[in-house]
């Protein structure tokens, strides 16, 4: 089992659409949680932090479930500029923190 | 107040060869990780430096190596480059005191194709 997975998608959506990804994370000491957006052969940028109580910026809502060991990303009011990779990061506890990318979901939002 | 700055922005190299990439960390920042992103994968953690040493490393061999200068800039260097080393390599810097974060900064990558 991958220790971060997301549904690659790709999530095709009109424009005002809501849309949410989910992503499972394996390692139950895992201690941050992020989402970065990744746009078309550009660096990963960060978007949100994720915590337990969940956070909201705009039309953006990040949620952490650590019983079920999953994070999820809500996008409302879809915009033609929210068409890119979103990409979950867990970093686990210890000394050094290991960071550990998703592989991505893609979202396409359509006219 | 510059961000993550990295160099060459492209990069075509033979089979065998060997490759150097640069990082400038954002203005302030002192550790420097650097990642490996194949086609449609997420960033796969290299290693990380911090205080000019290597201090965590990922599932990367030995060909992989690196440098931290006193001026916080990295160096990531591959040997016997292999066609699988084509991918787009992330440096991402990071400020030490502020760990507890876990917030990095990405830069705009080098794009190494072998061929």
């Known amino acids: 089992r991958k220790e971060v997975e997301q549904d690659p998608g790709p999530f095709n959506v009109p424009e005002g659409a809501t849309v949410a990804f989910n992503c499972t994370y394996s390692n139950s000491a895992s201690q941050s949680f992020f989402w970065y957006r990744q746009d078309c052969r550009k660096e990963p940028k960060l978007l949100m932090s994720v915590y337990s109580s969940g956070n909201e910026d705009g039309r953006f809502t990040a949620q952490l479930n650590r019983a079920s060991q999953y994070i999820s990303l809500l996008i409302r009011d879809s915009k033609l500029s929210d068409s890119a990779t979103y990409l979950c990061?867990?970093?686990?506890?210890?000394?050094?923190?290991?960071?550990?990318f998703g592989t991505g979901t893609k979202l396409q939002v359509i006219p | 107040d510059a961000g993550v700055t990295q160099s060459p922005t492209h990069l075509i190299k033979t089979r065998g060869q060997q490759v150097t990439l640069r990082c400038s960390p954002k203005?302030?920042?002192?550790?420097v990780s650097w990642y490996q992103q194949a086609l449609g994968q997420g960033p796969q953690f290299i290693f990380q430096y911090y205080e000019e040493e290597e201090r965590q490393r990922g599932n990367f061999p030995d060909r992989f190596s690196g440098h931290q200068f006193p001026n916080y800039s990295s160096e990531l260097n591959v040997n016997a480059l292999l066609l699988g080393d084509s991918a787009l390599y992330l440096c991402a810097s990071s400020l030490e005191r502020e760990r507890f974060r876990d917030e990095q900064f990405f830069g705009p990558g080098t794009r190494l194709t072998v061929l």
């Open positions: 203005s302030g920042h002192d550790t």
């Open positions: 990061v867990v970093t686990s506890a210890g000394g050094y923190q290991k960071v550990t």
